[in-house]
C-alpha cells in the first residue's frame, strides 16, 4: 500500500535559517512525489514536483529512491514561507496520496 | 479566469440527513478528484472522473457515498444517511491532462 509520512506536525525556525521539511514514502513503484502548500485562508495549491526538478521560491526537494525520501530544502526561511505543507505521492497519476501535514512557523 | 469553486462553503447536517456537495471545476480541465480531509489531516482520496467517466472509486469510504459529473462539467457529492464520522472538508480538484491539479475552497461538513 502507498503511504505517505510526515513526521514532523509543527515545524518553528527562525528567519534566515536553513529549513527542511522531512517526508518519506513507501511504495513499490516508480511513484511521482509532489509538495504541495497551503498558506492561511487560502487554498491548497501545488509548490513543486519531482520530475521538473525546478526551484520554486527558493525551495527545492530531492527525490532519495534509496531512503524514499522527498525532504523539502530552503537555505533561508522568510516569513512569508509560513504555512501547511503537504507532500503527496501519485502511483498512476489518477490517485494521489497526502501526507498529514507540517505546519511551518518562521519566527522574525 | 476562475477557478475551481465549490458550494456551499459550510454545511451543517443532522445524522441521518442526505447531503448534496458541488464542485464546479476550471472551465476545459478533463480531470476531477473529491478529496476527503479529516481534522489534522491531510486529503485523501476518495474518486477521480475524466470527463463523465468516473474511473476511479476506491477511495469512497461506503456506499453511502455516490459521485457523479454527467455531463463532463459539475460534479455532485452525494451523502446518504450521514454519521458524525463523515464530518470533515470535503475538497474538489480539476486538472487538464497530465498538468497539476487546482484546488476549490472546499465545504466543510458538520454532522451533528
Known amino acids: 500500500a502507498q503511504r505517505v509520512t510526515q513526521p514532523e506536525k509543527l515545524l518553528s525556525v527562525f528567519k534566515g535559517a536553513p529549513v527542511e521539511l522531512k517526508c518519506n514514502y513507501s511504495y513499490s513503484g516508480s511513484p511521482e512525489l509532489f509538495w504541495y502548500v497551503q498558506y492561511s485562508r487560502q487554498r491548497l495549491q501545488l509548490l513543486l514536483r519531482h520530475i521538473s526538478r525546478e526551484s520554486i521560491k527558493g525551495f527545492t526537494a530531492d527525490l532519495n529512491k534509496g531512503e524514499t525520501s522527498f525532504h523539502l530544502k530552503k537555505p533561508f526561511a522568510q516569513e512569508e514561507d509560513s504555512a501547511m505543507y503537504y507532500c503527496?505521492?501519485?502511483?498512476?497519476?489518477?490517485?494521489?496520496?497526502f501526507g498529514t501535514g507540517t505546519s511551518l512557523t518562521v519566527i522574525p | 479566469g476562475a477557478g475551481v469553486s465549490q458550494s456551499p462553503r459550510y454545511k451543517v447536517a443532522k445524522r441521518g440527513q442526505d447531503v448534496a456537495l458541488r464542485c464546479d471545476p476550471i472551465s476545459g480541465h478533463v480531470s476531477l478528484f473529491w478529496y476527503q480531509q479529516a481534522l489534522g489531516q491531510g486529503p485523501e482520496f476518495l474518486t477521480y472522473f475524466q470527463n463523465e467517466a468516473q474511473l476511479d472509486k476506491s477511495g469512497l469510504p461506503s456506499d453511502r457515498f455516490f459521485a457523479e459529473r454527467p455531463e463532463g462539467s459539475v460534479s455532485t457529492l452525494k451523502i446518504q444517511r450521514t454519521q458524525q464520522e463523515d464530518s470533515a472538508v470535503y475538497l474538489c480538484?480539476?486538472?487538464?491532462?497530465?498538468?497539476?491539479?487546482?484546488f476549490g475552497p472546499g465545504t466543510r461538513l458538520t454532522v451533528t
Open positions: 503527496a505521492l501519485s502511483n498512476t497519476g489518477n490517485q494521489f496520496y
Open positions: 480538484a480539476s486538472r487538464r491532462t497530465g498538468r497539476e491539479q487546482y
